[in-house]
């Protein structure tokens, strides 16, 4: 027998790759005659094109043509996953500060770039770009985008895409003893993956071979041929690993592009981004959030009542959903008797906004903890107790066709006892505690097929994307347990929609949990079947065979599957081969299409010093504890934990884009856009599992990759506040904001 | 086409002779010419540390240096790292901590690790985060990685 796979930490899948510069990512894949592209853009946000002069580029010696829209086909092929309104290359007008106009191909980089300068673009800045919700809404707003391209929705003349309305009970009807109100914001960030997005195309003469740094290959092979008007098998996508997605991979941007560049050049092209130019490619949606909520006098909550506008950029990619996802769960984990839910889809002359870990909660739940806290200060309530009072309990109905799916109160009161709350504090010291809820996947289709070779060795297909997250180990871990087949002894094939069955896609933290059911239950058709071969060879009823961790279990002994295989098989050898699907079905009833698979339940709590004379924050100790249902693999869920948690606190405290008054990115690069680094840690981090095996996936496991940054930003500016008295409602919390935050209360004292 | 030059260097112990562009980064050069890609390219200006190679024992920004700057010096690239197909002890160490996630900064961190452990053999925690500040992670694995050079160093030296 094995060793038990799962709940133990074995060394990473493609782990050797990585620490060896071995793991091939998108730019080190190289194809043999390959053109290499330079995309060009204009230092402006929203111009006219009036003309391309492509003359002078395309006489350099080593460049072989300049692409401009006027080379596609008319009209304009435009895709999205939702809208079709990203054009191929910005077609007449740029939308946003660094929106292509066009791209140069030429047989080296070097040549690609010179070319890409001596393009010569005729155009004029244009006037009245949107650059903030205000501007957007007003009556005279310039619209972002044609009306022609909006269909017949009832905002097609304005700037809004959608507005969704969701909630539950009469919000005017409820009685309160205490009514607070208040505006908070949220940035936009980046997903700063250090590697840069990348893109190869190579026609293959009845089809494409399309390379790309993305998260969900499917859906690229579907937008591929309908643009190409190709069939799926003539499509191939290649995903390499990402070298991080962050939800900034998930949504096709230049393969359209490289692909009709690679069919005129009858050649492969490649486009592989710079940092800064990813920069303006990808973004999580800034918010502008107005909360109300209403309360007894012992801190029950009344009622809540959210209005968020997001900002979503020049093309809507997924951000609509972002929007009605986050909408949906916008009061949180709470019992509120009535609650009224807006959330705006509202275009802007910006970068296109994108799935971005915690897909809209951590702006909207930003809000809410801050509120939640208000309160508890108005009625002089403990900040914890007011939150206990209102959790949601396991399985109580909470909001409309969702109930609570885990032990939510024994959460926070772990992460309490973690933060040492209730402790007395230093001076300048303060603590805070938040918690967040964010829906799992809505629907999901994965198929696996798992190969047991005759030497007892398995092959595991999964059309998971593994960016970080560690999907390899996790489905290694799954059939390791189902077969009696070492870890060591699984590889995990992945990345190539010729070779990997169809997933839908990696996002949501669902991949555990939906492809984790498809590998386990490929296993399963494995241990069928060579429990009807192992019923033939040992003349047993197959009825009367069992099967437990890699075991046949035979009336009179026990026979690994691995060894009833070899001998069913013998002498000819081959392989057992099992198929699996996990399918979660659309619920035509439930607002966003489905139920959620699992939530994401995390309660984050935060002591921090301030510095009273410059502003700067220090973090003491940062706690996040997650009801993960199971931790499969315990080391890479405290990795996606921490992680998570950094990454939050970048935007807490040091992360945002700067604008000029004309819609340009000032802050660019690394240089001028801070993340943390290995110095500006906490100087204490706990992250913690809650495990009750209540979760939907093997094994009893939930999704965990989100939980640990939905409410970083209120956790840590509750401690802020505790330490300092004064409330921010704008994000990030740096030395100057909170500096001068302290220099406004002090004035106004 | 770029003028060249031809520079005498020894990269991961074996002596090349190569022919550089004279524009052209040891970054572009390891990457593009000798095919040594465990080398990342990412933010181009020497703040992310991907692309940190070891030249004459000091960890280097190979995005910052020409590649002619090289000549007559030696450089090791992560894929100098193994010997005889045994993984260091700073690359074991990185496995058994899961300090490697996505693991495209993981070759930088690597390097900068390797440099710090040869000036300092017994580094304390800060030190480590110290030596490694200009290597960006944003899985954010660091708390992962300060563990596992940390490991590497209590281990037998190789």
Not at chain 1, 111 to 136: H, M, P, Q, S
Not at chain 1, 474 to 500: H, K, R, Y
Not at chain 1, 521 to 545: N, S
Request: net charge negative; hydrophobic share 40%.
């Amino acid at each position: 027998m094995s060793a038990q796979s799962v709940g133990s930490s074995p060394r990473r899948g493609g782990g050797y790759g990585r620490v060896t510069g071995h793991q091939e990512y998108l730019a080190d894949i190289k194809l043999p005659d390959m053109l290499h592209v330079k995309l060009v853009t204009l230092d402006v946000a929203r111009a006219r094109i009036n003309s391309i002069d492509v003359s002078e580029a395309e006489s350099l010696p080593g460049v072989a043509f300049v692409m401009t829209a006027a080379d596609l086909p008319d009209p304009m092929p435009r895709f999205g996953p939702q809208f079709q309104d990203r054009p191929v290359i910005a077609d007449g007008e740029t939308k946003y500060h660094g929106e292509p106009v066009a791209a140069v191909a030429a047989e080296t980089k070097d040549a690609a770039e010179e070319g890409a300068r001596r393009v010569k673009v005729d155009y004029e800045k244009l006037e009245g770009g949107i650059f903030n919700v205000t501007d957007a809404l007003a009556p005279d707003a310039v619209l972002v985008q044609d009306p022609s391209l909006r269909g017949d929705s009832p905002f097609a003349q304005t700037n809004v895409i959608d507005e969704k309305r969701f909630g539950w009970g009469d919000i005017e009807a409820q009685e309160s003893d205490l009514v607070v109100e208040d505006n908070f914001q949220f940035p936009m960030v980046t997903h700063f993956a250090i590697e840069p997005h990348g893109f190869m195309a190579a026609p293959t003469g009845d089809g494409i071979e399309i390379w790309s740094t993305i998260q969900h290959p499917y859906l690229l092979q579907k937008i591929m041929a309908k643009m190409l008007q190709l069939p799926l098998s003539k499509v191939r996508v290649h995903a390499p690993d990402p070298g991080g997605g962050f939800g900034g991979k998930q949504i096709p941007k230049f393969e359209p592009l490289v692909a009709f560049m690679a069919l005129r050049a009858g050649r492969p092209v490649r486009l592989v981004l710079t940092l800064d130019e990813t920069f303006q490619q990808v973004r999580r949606s800034s918010a502008e959030i107005r909360i109300r909520a209403g309360f007894t006098s012992e801190g029950a909550l009344t009622f809540m009542d959210v209005e968020t506008n997001f900002l979503v950029g020049a093309y809507v990619d997924i951000a609509d959903r972002v929007v009605s996802k986050s909408s949906y769960a916008a009061a949180g984990p709470y019992r509120i008797p009535a609650v009224k839910i807006i959330g705006r889809t509202i275009v802007s002359h910006t970068t296109p906004s994108t799935a971005f870990r915690g897909f809209g909660i951590p702006q909207i739940g930003w809000a809410r903890e801050s509120l939640i806290d208000e309160a508890a200060l108005q009625l002089g309530m403990d900040r914890l107790e007011i939150r206990l009072l209102n959790l949601a309990r396991y399985k109580e109905a909470f909001i409309p066709m969702e109930e609570a799916d885990g032990d939510w109160e024994q959460t926070v009161r772990t992460a309490a006892k973690r933060i040492g709350w209730g402790d007395p504090l230093p001076p300048n010291r303060g603590r805070g505690i938040a918690v967040g809820l964010k829906s799992g996947p809505t629907t999901g289709l994965s198929y696996s097929t798992v190969r047991l070779l005759y030497d007892g060795s398995a092959m595991v297909y999964a059309g998971t994307s593994d960016m970080g997250q560690g999907a390899r180990t996790i489905f290694a871990q799954i059939a390791s347990d189902e077969l009696g087949v070492p870890v060591e002894q699984i590889s995990v094939v992945m990345g190539d929609t010729a070779v990997v069955p169809y997933d839908q896609q990696t996002s949501a933290s669902r991949s555990s949990v939906l492809m984790g059911t498809a590998v386990q239950r490929a296993c399963f058709d494995i241990q069928g079947k060579v429990r009807a071969m192992a019923a033939e060879l040992y003349g047993v009823d197959e009825a009367a065979i069992k099967i437990d961790s890699g075991n046949l279990l035979l009336p009179d002994r026990d026979v690994a599957i691995v060894d009833a295989m070899q001998q069913a098989l013998a002498p000819l050898g081959g392989e057992v081969i099992g198929n699996g699907e996990m399918r979660k079905q659309k619920d035509p009833n439930h607002p966003l299409g489905g139920t959620a698979a699992f939530f994401e339940f995390n309660c984050t709590a935060s002591e921090v010093e301030v510095d009273m004379e410059t502003g700067h924050v220090t973090l003491v100790k940062h706690v996040t504890v997650g009801d993960v249902g199971r931790s499969l693999n315990p080391q890479q869920v405290t990795a996606q934990d921490d992680g998570a948690a950094i990454q939050g606190l970048g935007h807490t405290l040091m992360e945002h884009y700067i604008f000029d008054d004309e819609g340009r990115i000032r802050n660019i690069g690394a240089i001028d856009y801070r993340i943390l680094t290995s110095m500006d840690l906490p100087l204490e981090m706990h992250s913690e599992s809650i495990e009750n095996a209540d979760g939907p996936g093997p094994y009893g496991i939930k999704g965990v990759s989100e939980g640990s940054l939905l409410v970083t930003a209120p956790a840590v500016a509750a401690a802020v506040r505790e330490a300092t008295g004064v409330l921010i409602r704008d994000l990030p919390l740096t030395p100057q904001r909170v500096w001068e935050a302290l220099q406004e209360a002090k004035d106004g004292s | 086409m770029n003028e060249t030059l031809t520079i005498r260097t020894t990269i991961n112990g074996r002596k090349r002779t190569i022919d550089v562009a004279v524009n052209h980064t040891l970054l572009d050069v390891l990457r593009d010419d000798i095919d040594l890609t465990g080398t990342k390219e990412c933010c181009v200006v020497g703040e992310c540390g991907a692309c940190t190679v070891i030249v004459d024992g000091r960890p280097m920004n190979s995005c910052l240096m020409l590649a002619v700057e090289i000549d007559g010096k030696e450089v090791t690239t992560v894929e100098g790292l193994e010997l005889d197909g045994e993984l260091s002890a700073l690359q074991a160490a990185f496995l058994d901590e899961s300090a490697a996630q996505c693991g495209f900064c993981i070759p930088g961190q690597l390097m900068s690790a390797t440099a710090l452990l040869a000036e300092n053999p017994d580094p304390s925690v800060e030190e480590v985060q110290e030596g490694l500040a200009g290597n960006l992670c944003r899985c954010a694995g660091y708390e992962q990685i300060t563990k596992a050079v940390l490991a590497a160093a209590k281990g037998v030296p190789r």
